[in-house]
């Protein structure tokens, strides 16, 4: 007897424990995101696509709770999220609670740079064509954490990543998951969007979870991608 009786409680707070756990994780709805390039793999849904791949990384980590992108179209159609990064603290509001989102998670592809250097000859083989080259891809994402409640921006961020090396092109697609994006998996574009959207990861689960523990590294970070800026930029 006395040993149910101890089972019975350890379930009881391993089961208030789970919900506790699950109460403190940030519950968000990822925006689809806007383009300001003019890169060449933007056309259609891809910034749905984008948004979308960015809550199944969330997704996986565990740590979030994701509010289905469908919830948030008729209440967003009025938003001027792009542009300022904000959302009217009346909206913002119903947002919270007809969806259940505290935070809604806004990004904007700010750069986008690709090179192609070719490395040797070309062969071609039954209309497959193969080519040795050295591939490289720049992307920069202005990324927004829009709190509901206030309608202000609570975290923000320009997150980069890269992809380079030598290889050999191939002339066929695999297919994938992302819709527009799939065309785009083996690319330097594709490599670039799989980093950055990591990236992008890693920033929201040290701001928005483990918080103290990592934001100095991010922190340490922002200040070296600021100090590579101005010594790109070329003043008169």
Known sequence: MRTRFILIVLTAVL???????????????????????????????????????LAAELAATDEFRIVEREKLD?????????????IKKSTGAKIGELTGAQYIIVATVTAYDEKTQGTGGRLSYKGIGLGGKK????????????????????FARTVEARSGGFGVNVG???????????????????KAIRAVTLEMVDYLSC????????????????????????RAIKLD
Request: hydrophobic share 35%; glycine share 12%.
């Open 172 to 190: 066929v697609w695999r297919n994938g998951v992302y819709g527009g994006l799939d065309r785009y998996q083996n690319t330097p574009a594709g």
């Open 207 to 230: 701001a928005m979870v483990y918080q103290d523990e990592c934001l100095g590294e991010y922190k340490a970070k922002e200040r070296s991608r600021r100090e590579k800026t101005k």
């Open 74 to 86: 008729a209440l967003l159609d009025e938003q001027d999220l792009a542009e300022s990064g904000r």
């Open 15 to 53: 089961c208030l424990g789970a919900v506790s756990a699950m109460a403190a994780k940030p519950v968000v709805a990822v925006n689809e995101f806007k383009n300001e390039t003019s890169a060449g793999w933007w056309s259609g849904g891809i910034g749905r696509d984008l948004g979308n791949m």
């Open 135 to 154: 591939d490289e891809a720049y992307i920069a994402v202005d990324l927004r954490v829009v709190d509901t409640s206030t309608g202000e921006v609570e």
